[in-house]
């Protein structure tokens, strides 16, 4: 059973950082695809950012393009998110997503960021 824990939501005020982590347990096969999703209220789910196995390979959103990194640790199974210049329109829910080799995709339970003055 594949299980992923997300950490490191919270508030922060505007221009403020936080960093997401998630980490995957039960993966039995190849982590193809790491990526954030984020769900502001009243809105749609949306994508953040991507990391692709192999390579430096990552894909971003235009609105958090230079503030937002992507970074993962396969060893670890562990996908991370450093936000930086936070702003009010950033609040929602984020999820973490993994695609396994197969096809297989699994999502987290979200973990809030706020940001608010």
């Known amino acids: 059973q594949v299980q992923l824990v997300e950490s490191g939501g919270g508030w922060v005020q505007p221009g403020g950082s936080l960093r997401l982590s998630c980490a995957a347990s039960?993966?039995?096969?190849?982590?193809?695809?790491m990526a954030w999703f984020r769900q502001a209220p009243g809105k749609e789910r949306e994508f953040v950012a991507a990391?692709?196995?192999?390579?430096?390979?990552?894909s971003y959103t235009n609105s958090v393009k230079g503030r937002f990194t992507i970074s993962r640790e396969d060893a670890k199974k562990t996908v991370y998110l450093q936000m930086n210049s936070l702003q009010p329109e950033d609040t929602a829910v984020y999820y973490c997503?993994?695609?396994?080799?197969?096809?297989?995709?699994?999502w987290g339970q979200g973990t809030q960021v706020t940001v608010s003055s």
């Open positions: 990391s692709r196995r192999g390579g430096n390979r990552t």
């Open positions: 039960g993966v039995t096969s190849s982590l193809n695809v």
């Open positions: 997503n993994v695609q396994l080799t197969g096809g297989f995709d699994y």
